[in-house]
């Protein structure tokens, strides 16, 4: 393929390895739940995707096209993974038989038991 190998190359290629991934994890999760899902994973992959493209942009190729394009879009990425773990934090595990409720519930979906209000 004629590809002149080199340290930045290989971050590059792990960007375009890492966005790839994430493509085949989330067409999986909704295939197998059949509706739309983005699995966690998926912006894990994302995250890495983006800083290698742009380590590779910065420093490599210093072209300033990829360097815009990838400048940014780890924001997004980021602010998904603090929801998912806020909506982790907010379910509540009920007293009587363990088992996690979502959030806002009022009771066990298990055992009926009067959850605790949410603290503020």
Avoid at 40 to 52: A, I, R
């Amino acid at each position: 393929m004629g590809i002149m190998w080199s340290t930045w190359k290989v971050v590059g290629w792990i960007g375009n390895l890492a966005f790839f991934t994430r493509f085949i994890i989330q067409w999986r999760a909704s295939e197998n739940r059949k509706q739309v899902v983005v699995p966690l994973s998926f912006w894990w992959f994302s995250l890495l995707g983006s800083f290698c493209m742009l380590s590779y942009a910065l420093f490599k190729t210093k072209d300033s096209v990829i360097i815009f394009a990838n400048l940014f879009n780890w924001i997004p990425y980021i602010r998904n993974l603090v929801i998912h773990r806020r909506h982790l934090a907010a379910h509540m595990e009920c007293k009587t038989c363990l088992n996690v409720n979502p959030p806002g519930a009022r009771f066990c979906a298990e055992c009926g038991k009067g959850l605790p209000l949410p603290r503020n």
